[in-house]
């Protein structure tokens, strides 16, 4: 007989993670066969039930009850399961287009669903993650560093503007246009003085001149506009946001095939939203920047986005412990998140 097991990878860390697995007796010894990798888990409890099976004290049937309710349970009138809309949304943001998404769930679960399912799931739960994380205010720095890139949209260049924080990684904001104009960069800097509550003591950006006007209107003389690159000195140097660039590949390559600039600008919110709060980022020690910044975050993964009924909304608090194991170079963290309660109409 078969069960579902939850463990949590690196001990410690808050991160659980489900497998299949067998009770295979040798002689006077028994051992659990691991027979698949599930996914990331929800719920850590279930650890915590295998133990009492294993003990004889709750059957392990009753556990594999709870396991399958937990990767079975459904949204309000929707027929797939939420924890695999919330893979396939995380799929699509970790770089997969539609179709290899198709392919995946094709060989994980035997389903042969079209493209404009999983579509339909992406645009629905960007729109739900934008406005769940709206209520959190990131604790910043006060050193900025903007630029922007272009990709082909037909015979059109879309420019995506995107403004970092340097102290912690944290992306404070993204806009898209077809525009490379000093009201484009002012739109960028406006989103993230709104985003981060406040204005900067110092603005690096490379030497386009759209913005000179955009800095002095949208922070004033409160703030120093620094014009470098990316081989400049320290203080002038914007080879944070150029290396940031090199992931970006992630997002243009999904973009490629839609037209529509209004689809796009949800799509980098949602990227903007993936980045912040679920990639890792090695220079925050290999944790997401939202959780190496703030003490609480509103959630760790998709799945607290895309809940099932019945499922509560919950903040995490984060605790960073330094990974001994890395003695050179930069440290690493293993972050370990805490489930807390969400009273209504409360956020991060």
């Known amino acids: 007989m078969t069960f579902i097991r939850a463990k949590e990878i690196p001990p410690r ?31 850590h409890p279930l650890t915590v039930r295998h133990s009492l099976a294993r003990s004889g004290i709750v059957p392990e049937t009753a556990c ?43 060989q994980d679960y035997g389903l042969d669903m079209s493209e404009s399912n999983f579509w339909n799931w992406v645009m629905r739960f ?52 077809f525009t490379r104009t000093s009201r484009d960069a002012k739109a960028l800097m406006d989103l993230a003085q709104k985003r981060a509550g406040k204005s900067p003591k110092v603005v690096v950006t490379d030497k386009l001149a759209a913005y000179i006007m955009a800095v002095e209107d949208a922070f004033g003389a409160d703030s120093k506009h620094r014009r470098g690159g990316p081989f400049c000195k320290i203080e002038d140097s914007t080879a944070l946001i150029e290396r940031f660039h090199r992931t970006l ?17 949800l799509l980098t919110d949602g990227w903007l939203i993936n980045y912040n ?16 910044m703030s003490k609480v975050v509103p959630f760790k993964d998709w ?31 293993d972050a370990r998140l805490t489930p807390i309660e969400v009273a209504h109409g409360e956020s991060a």
């Open 64 to 106: 594999q009850t709870l396991a399958d309710q937990t990767h079975t349970a459904r949204i309000h009138k929707m027929k797939t399961p939420a924890r695999r809309i919330a893979s396939a949304v995380g799929m699509y943001y970790g770089g997969m287009p539609l179709d290899a998404i198709q392919q995946q769930f094709r």
């Open 249 to 265: 590949e992630q997002r243009t390559k999904i973009y490629q095939k839609y037209k529509n600039i209004d689809d796009i600008r």
């Open 303 to 333: 799945n607290d986005i895309i809940r099932a009924k019945g499922i509560a909304n919950m903040n995490y608090q984060v605790t960073l412990r330094r990974r001994e194991s890395v003695k050179k170079g930069k440290p690493v963290f």
């Open 13 to 43: 860390s808050g991160n659980w993670y489900d497998y299949e697995v067998m009770t295979v007796h040798e002689g006077d010894k028994v051992r659990q066969k691991v027979i698949r990798y599930i996914g990331r888990s929800g719920s």
């Open 277 to 292: 709060f679920f990639k890792q980022n090695e220079g925050c020690g290999n944790v997401p920047p939202a959780q190496a």
């Open 126 to 177: 960007t729109k739900a993650a934008v406005k769940e994380a709206k209520g959190f205010k990131p604790v910043v720095g006060s050193r900025w560093v903007a630029d922007e890139v272009y990709m082909k949209l037909g015979k059109r260049n879309v420019y995506f503007w995107d403004i970092m924080d340097t102290d912690t990684r944290f992306l404070l904001a993204s806009h898209v246009s």
